[in-house]
């Protein structure tokens, strides 16, 4: 995938963060593309109306992705998440076999947005970290810098 695919599925996906935030959850979004560029499957953040604390939009994906394609067929997709993925969701993405994963906001650049608040306690733990300490590449590819106003937008208004 080139540049312009990428921001492209990213916008995508910031547009699911905007979803999760209407539907009453945190405004987090992510969707899995085949090769191709091709959308699998979308998913918000449903940790606030499904009242479960790993209900984070990569971990839910992740965990439908698993049940609907194999591990060789995962290798060979891309996740396009809104921000950076925390440490539960890299484990999520490590685990479910994903071969790339592409994001917008920072997880450093998230916390400036959503501060002390209660509902997102960051780990400052970039995904490159989680997934240089496993035994299977996992391509990052994010920040990027002409989507953070755009992605950042969703979370106006919204944390403490």
């Known amino acids: 995938m080139g540049r312009a695919e990428d921001v492209a599925l990213l916008r995508r996906a910031i547009g699911v963060s905007a ?3 209407a539907s009453g959850n945190t405004p ?6 085949s090769p191709d560029g091709e959308v699998l499957l979308e ?9 479960t ?3 984070h939009a990569e971990t839910t994906l992740m965990a439908r992705a698993s049940g609907l394609f194999t591990k060789a067929e995962l290798a060979q997709t891309t996740l396009y998440t809104s921000a ?4 539960m969701c890299a484990g999520s993405i490590y685990w479910g076999g994903v071969g790339r994963v ?4 920072s997880e450093k650049e998230l916390l400036t947005l959503t501060g002390a608040d209660e509902q997102n306690p960051t780990l400052d733990l970039p995904c490159r970290e989680v997934f240089a300490r496993g035994q299977k590449a ?3 590819v994010g920040p990027f810098p002409e989507l953070a106003a755009l992605a950042a937008s ?3 208004g919204y944390w403490g």
């Open 19 to 21: 979803e999760a935030r």
């Open 84 to 87: 950076e993925p925390c440490v």
């Open 154 to 156: 969703v979370h106006e």
């Open 138 to 140: 996992i391509e990052v």
């Open 43 to 51: 998913q918000g953040n449903i940790e606030i109306t499904e009242r």
């Open 53 to 55: 604390c790993t209900g």
């Open 102 to 105: 592409v994001y917008a906001l």
């Open 28 to 33: 987090f979004g992510a969707l899995l593309a």
